[in-house]
């Protein structure tokens, strides 16, 4: 069991949580809704979208914004649209609870494609380049690149960082291209291609010119088709 406590008070309590980035959302059924009061306070997540909050009462006490959660989210976090998530010296204990507690990412991992991250695990470095605002648009000129544009902090690019370098490895060569650009160190280049959601992968064509995009977590399927899409890019650019 997990449960949100402040000042003496449980102010949420249920077994099933979804955690992100280390913090619990719960159920909204199972916040005590008596001890809530709205709040004007709003904050915008690249990748889950803009978040309301509400401050805690308590015998008379209030903790300001302490409460916050996602009335909508962006697809990539679908799991937590609605769940309430605390701060502020609010105290959450987990029990241990049942194994039925979810990750967020949980719900991103098939059946059929559950294997091992060492199944995409190669010797040497990867062919996936790192670009700054110095070298990303020189760099794009002559071949087909697709391009992840990352933060350290986004839990979904960590996600697919795997699987974007298990793609490189297999399919990266004179006519195709792979990249990152880490959008903290670089806010120019997010900013000039108009990114406002992370992860993001977009193909470039030989030219330079954005073809395609994806916003959000991509899986392994995805990212066949848009390579699949820069070989035939590559093929007409050739012929």
Known sequence: MVRAIWNGAVIAESDETVVIEGNHYFPAASVDA??????????VCPWKGRASYHSLVVDGKENKD????YPQTTSAAAAVEGRVAFWHGVKVEDDGGPEQRRSFFDRFRRQD???PLAAHAHAGPPPVVDLGADDF??????????VDLWAPWCGPCKTMHPIFEH????HAGEHLHFAKVNVDESPGIASGLRVMS???LILFDQHGNEVDRIVGLADERTLLRL???ASKLTAAGSA
């Open 198 to 200: 992370i992860p993001t």
């Open 167 to 170: 793609m490189a490895h297999h």
């Open 227 to 229: 390579v699949d899409r």
């Open 34 to 43: 008596t001890l809530l009061r709205p709040s004007s306070t709003t904050t």
């Open 66 to 69: 302490a409460a916050w959660f």
């Open 113 to 115: 494609t559950a294997e």
């Open 137 to 146: 648009f020189e760099s794009l000129d002559g071949h087909a690149t697709i």
